[in-house]
């Protein structure tokens, strides 16, 4: 019974984001037409020029000799087949150039997800079971630091303490590029690759919801429940345990499922900086070339795993909180 | 019997190496090349793109390699005869070379390639081949290429980074624009394409039936996509990668990475693509339709101070448009000596003359200054500029914008006064000079052509003339006549030749071989 309700109920979730995403897609394409300059003009200016005629043929190929309504109507009607297009820029299917770029990132997102989740409750637990001590104190003001630091100056500063000067991880990349590991050497080597970029793009969101949890253990633990809990004269490590914790978690969680988006955003930064292949570099590129069938493809892609995420979340919460409905 | 043998075949190798410019070197070891950016895709016969050459000059032969004199040199074609006349030339073909399929390589396939790819899909090969009426095969080891008009600088764009020549079974089929096959290049080059891992590396192995015997030395090449250039300095610096050019090293870590004992710096490599840094002055619009400000602006900018403290000395002040590479072969002009110790008083001259008097702030107009972007060397050069135009009384206020908007402001719309840019001469003025300032170049919506819009009769027909003529004195004369003139009209500041510094580690020898440096294939590269 309850395992149709859910079934149902992530159906009808699914269905809901059907206009949110069709939105996403509509409003990106008529932003990008904005934008000063189009595809032909960068393909030719990378070519260090080129005939009037190659450009106007170029403009024909791209389809944006048409109106601009056709050009949406064509692309919306390619998209129900989930034929996303082709970049002719990178000469490649967009499907296939997402795909590739999707396992690295996903691999970076999931990795910092953990990392950041794990150590940032932990850490404002922590904190908020030594409320007002000096090691209260040391972790929210560092809390503070990285959370103000910007990214790019975290990775440039570990590449060079942690790659250059101590040689224990590569400066960059996702694997050794000279060895070409095979079988679990390769899983070990991008396992090594991997520390410095997930702890880069970890520090920020570490920070964020070890204040967060800090705040909202503190909150819970003010709250009547906890009194009655004392009452049936439960110790303060069961209260903790049992009921304030859980309470607790349901703003992180919360915020971990908003963040996923600016986690999508960071990881432009961190992938830039150590090289990682994964789509935030390919956005980053796409959007300078004006490529915007892959850009569209991109923003499609991101809207989708932004949309599962809080999906995942909403289920996570009826797990952690049983007053939660499906409704 | 059998010792005198195998000293004999080693011998016969040794010589056959030494002819090929190198000794008998050790096999083996991977070369990490970064380019930055990460080329668009792998389709050189299509796309010009920079980087794509830097990778696919390595899976590509072209019919000719060059040396340091820009001299043409055998390739795929063992050797090739000019008639008198310009308008028929011949190349002789070798019969050992086989691309990567293990298909033989003949006169088809390159007829395929100039007549039915490079005029017809190339963006810098349609104006090259314009000439060319038809390739005969009348052997398979035989090309003769026919023309209409002769085109002397078609023998300096033969090279694999300018015209690959394809396998007519793999690109024949279907349409050349969207190839299945522009990811996975095939040719018949020293290195074979492997993979592409987007955003990661290309890979190249070895190819074992190069037509240079032994060669090439390398096992592998592999190539690195980095999009920080703090990273990429870090990398070199680790030994993590081994060569690096075309400014993907920040100028001012070249100085620092130079010091090393693992790395050393050259800035040969680039005699056939010599980048010009300059201004484009609108000259249909005042203040700057007039000759006298275009030439006081000339006289205004501290080239050595920019070439100093900008591009940390990899750099030669410009004297007009064609680069002194062209030196030893003739076609080099001195314009108009820009860099005089009373620069700036001719300059302040030249305005006053020109009517605009300084006001009562010193300033005589305002204008924008639009400046190339591509990086920020580039914002430097225009603070710089900045600085210079103020000591003439002009104030000047810098844009920055991304690439595809600056390139519609400054070549479709024209909506620029004063905007930096960087034009490469390439292998022969009529390629790459020209269409900065011949009149048929003013093409609105096409980019890098002639921006200023300005032209004469008199500098058109100097270019014309060169553009046919195959006495390379004639071209040579006609090229010091025009470099005159054009510094005089000044519809462009040529500010410097930019000397491109190189990386490169010290563990591996002969990675830079001729003038087009990166864009070579490396079959003489090798650990030492």
């Known amino acids: ?327 | 019997m059998k010792r005198f043998l195998t000293t004999a075949a080693s011998v016969a190798l040794a010589t056959a190496l030494s002819v090929g410019g190198a000794l008998a070197q050790s096999q083996g070891g991977t070369l990490v090349q970064i380019t930055q950016p990460e080329p668009p895709n792998l389709a050189p016969y299509v796309s010009t793109s920079g980087p794509i050459a830097q990778v696919t000059s390595k899976v590509f032969d072209g019919l000719l390699e060059y040396d340091f004199n820009l001299q043409p040199q055998p390739s795929l074609a063992n050797s090739w005869e000019v008639s008198p006349d310009g308008l028929t030339i011949t190349f002789n073909l070798r019969d050992d070379v086989v691309f990567h399929d293990g298909t033989p390589l003949t006169s088809e396939d390159v007829r395929f390639t100039v007549m039915d790819v490079l005029k017809q899909a190339h963006p810098r090969g349609i104006a090259t081949f314009r000439n060319v009426t038809a390739v005969e095969t009348p052997d398979p080891h035989t090309v003769i290429f026919r023309l209409d008009a002769p085109a002397p600088y078609i023998m300096m764009a033969l090279a694999s980074s300018e015209s690959p020549i394809l396998p007519k079974h793999v690109y024949g089929e279907g349409d050349i624009r969207a190839h299945p096959k522009a990811n996975e290049p095939v040719g018949s080059g020293p290195f074979k394409f492997v993979e592409w891992r987007r955003g990661e590396i290309v890979r190249l192995d070895r190819n074992e039936d190069y037509w240079r015997d032994g060669q090439p030395f390398l096992d592998r090449i592999v190539v690195r996509f980095i999009a920080d250039a703090s990273t990429r300095t870090a990398v070199l610096e680790q030994g993590e990668a081994h060569v690096a050019g075309f400014g993907a090293v920040p100028y001012q870590d070249v100085k620092r990475l130079e010091a090393l004992d693992t790395i050393e710096v050259t800035t040969r490599g680039y005699e056939m693509i010599s980048p010009i840094v300059e201004m484009i002055f609108n000259t249909k619009e005042p203040p700057f339709d007039n000759a006298k400000v275009r030439q006081a602006v000339n006289y205004a900018i501290d080239r050595q101070f920019v070439i100093d403290n900008v591009w940390f000395g990899y750099g030669t002040p410009a004297s007009g448009p064609i680069s002194s590479n062209f030196e030893p072969s003739g076609l080099f002009g001195r314009g108009i000596d820009f860099s005089v110790p009373d620069r700036i008083d001719i300059a302040n001259r030249l305005l006053d003359e020109a009517g605009f008097p300084r006001g009562a702030d010193g300033v005589r107009f305002e204008i924008t200054h639009d400046v190339t972007p591509y990086g920020e060397e580039w914002q430097r050069f225009g603070e710089i500029t900045v600085q210079n135009l103020a000591e003439i009384g002009i104030k000047a206020t810098i844009r920055y914008e991304d690439l595809p908007s600056w390139l519609a402001r400054t070549y479709t719309d024209y909506g620029f006064q004063l905007t930096s840019n960087f034009l490469f001469n390439q292998a022969d003025p009529v390629i790459g000079v020209h269409r900065g300032i011949h009149s048929d170049r003013i093409l609105p919506g096409t980019v890098f052509v002639n921006g200023s819009r300005w032209s004469s009769p008199e500098t058109d027909a100097l270019m014309d003339a060169a553009t046919v003529a195959t006495d390379p004195a004639a071209r040579s004369a006609s090229y010091q006549a025009l470099v005159p003139l054009v510094t005089e009209a000044s519809p462009v500041a040529y500010v410097l030749e930019l000397n491109y510094p190189t990386v490169l580690s010290t563990q591996f020898a002969d990675v830079i071989t001729g003038p087009l440096g990166i864009y070579g294939n490396y079959a003489f590269a090798h650990k030492r």
């Open chain 1, 1 to 327: 019974m309850k395992n149709a309700s859910i079934g149902s109920y992530i159906l009808r979730r699914l269905l809901q984001t059907v206009p949110v995403i069709l939105g996403v897609v509509i409003v990106n394409f008529l932003l990008l037409q904005l934008a000063p300059g189009d595809l032909a003009t960068v393909i030719a200016g990378e070519a260090g020029g080129a005939t009037p005629e190659y450009i106007a043929e170029l403009r024909a190929r791209f389809g944006q000799d048409q109106p601009l309504y056709v050009q949406l109507l064509n692309y919306m009607g390619n998209l129900l087949t989930f034929d996303l297009g082709y970049s002719f820029r990178q000469s490649a299917p967009v499907l296939d150039l997402l795909l590739d770029r999707l396992g690295p990132t996903l691999l970076l997102m999931g990795a910092t997800l953990v990392v950041s989740l794990s150590l940032g409750i932990v850490l404002g637990l922590l904190a908020a079971l030594w409320v007002k001590t000096w090691k209260d104190h040391l972790i929210s003001v560092t809390a503070v630091l990285l959370y103000a630091t910007p990214l790019f100056w975290v990775g440039l500063m570990l590449v060079l303490i942690f790659a250059v000067k101590l040689d224990w991880f590569p400066t960059s990349g996702m694997e050794d590029v000279v060895a070409f590991h095979e079988g679990w050497d390769r899983v070990w080597d991008i396992a090594h690759h991997m520390v410095l970029p997930t702890v880069t793009l970890s520090v920020f969101y570490l920070a964020l919801y070890a204040r967060l949890m800090r705040a909202s253990m503190l909150e819970q633990r003010g709250l009547d429940y906890v009194t009655t809990a004392k009452a049936k004269g439960l110790t303060d490590a069961q209260i903790t345990r049992r009921h304030v914790f859980r309470n607790a978690l349901l703003p992180v969680v919360t915020m971990a499922g908003v963040q996923t988006g600016s986690l999508l955003g960071g990881s432009v930064v961190v992938e830039a900086v150590f090289a990682w292949p994964g789509l935030g570099q390919l956005a980053y590129q796409s959007l300078f070339a004006r490529d915007y069938n892959l850009l569209l493809g991109i923003f499609f892609l991101s809207a989708i795993l932004v949309v599962v995420v809080n999906l995942l979340v909403d289920i996570l919460y009826v797990i952690l909180d049983p007053r939660i409905r499906l409704g």
